[in-house]
């Protein structure tokens, strides 16, 4: 019988199929999703976090640890959807500018998506202009940025100012969230909300505009 530490094994190990057959397994016998995303893929993840920072890991190797986690993911995806009625609004998210961190991004975007909003994901990469354009054209009620390094940090807060510069703050809430934001920072920069982790973002947005 799989448990949640295989699954973690094989994200740090980057085997892709063995992720997948230890989550069909785990998902055939009822376990629940969200535990199998928190203490299976997030754990593994972690720990790759970790060795990554020791030198113990490099850059090609995490990026298979990536790529298998995002595997897994899809797989869990449609277990899911469905748990709420598409009613509450539209989500726009993107990682800011210079930074192409993904994973927790896309895992608040399926969490917020299954919560029951529309998502559109913008991707990495995202700059201050073209978080505004995506605004002007998507008239989203929500956007979420995310950022994993401190030196991308103060995108998040560019970006906001040129939302306002753009006349558009009052028409769209902001969250923002990832490894090196705070409470506290997203009070400094203006921004509505923040969440720690996928599960507590789509309770925000559920709250901000639900
Ligand atoms: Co990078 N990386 N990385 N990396 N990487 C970190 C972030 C780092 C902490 C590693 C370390 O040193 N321990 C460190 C940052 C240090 C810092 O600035 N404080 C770091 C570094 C330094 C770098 C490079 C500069 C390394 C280099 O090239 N020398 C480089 C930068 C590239 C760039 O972006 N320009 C780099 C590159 C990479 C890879 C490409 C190899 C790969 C990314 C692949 C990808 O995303 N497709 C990678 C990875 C995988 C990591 C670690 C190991 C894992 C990140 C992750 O996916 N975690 C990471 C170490 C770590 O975090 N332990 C590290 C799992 C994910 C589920 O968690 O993203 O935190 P997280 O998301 C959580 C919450 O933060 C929150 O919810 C999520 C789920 O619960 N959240 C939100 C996230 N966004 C949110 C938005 C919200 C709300 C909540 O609202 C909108």
Redo the contacts with the bound molecule.
């Keep these: 019988m799989a448990i949640f530490q295989d699954v973690a094994n094989a994200v740090i190990g980057g085997d892709i199929e063995r992720v997948k057959g230890l989550i069909k397994d785990l998902l055939d016998s009822g376990k629940d999703p969200l535990e199998i995303i928190d203490q299976g893929l ?1 754990a593994g ?2 720990e ?3 060795r ?2 020791a030198g113990e890991m490099f ?1 090609p190797e ?2 298979m ?2 790529k298998t ?2 595997e897994g993911m899809s797989l869990i995806r449609p277990h899911l959807e469905g748990k709420d009625v598409k009613t509450h609004g539209t989500l726009l ?1 993107g990682t800011v500018k ?8 896309n ?2 975007a399926m969490m917020v998506e299954s919560a029951g909003f529309a998502v559109i994901n913008l991707g990495t990469d995202v700059s201050p202009e073209a978080f505004v354009k995506a605004i002007q054209e998507h008239k989203p009620d929500i956007l ?3 950022a ?5 940090l103060p995108f998040m807060k560019e970006t906001i100012e040129a939302i306002k510069e753009a006349g558009l703050r009052e028409t769209v809430k902001i ?6 934001v705070t409470e506290e920072y997203a009070r400094q920069i203006g921004a509505d909300g ?8 789509a309770e925000l947005c559920k709250k901000l505009v639900g």
């Excluded at 969250?175 to 090196?180: C, D, E, K, L, R």
């Excluded at 923040?194 to 973002?201: K, L, Q, T």
């Design positions: 997030i993840m972690d790759v976090g970790v990554f920072k850059v995490v990026l640890c990536a986690m995002a998210i210079s930074d192409l961190h993904d994973i927790g991004k895992l608040v979420g940025m995310s994993l390094l401190t030196t991308t969250i923002v969230g990832g490894a090196p923040y969440a720690p982790d996928a599960g507590s973002a």
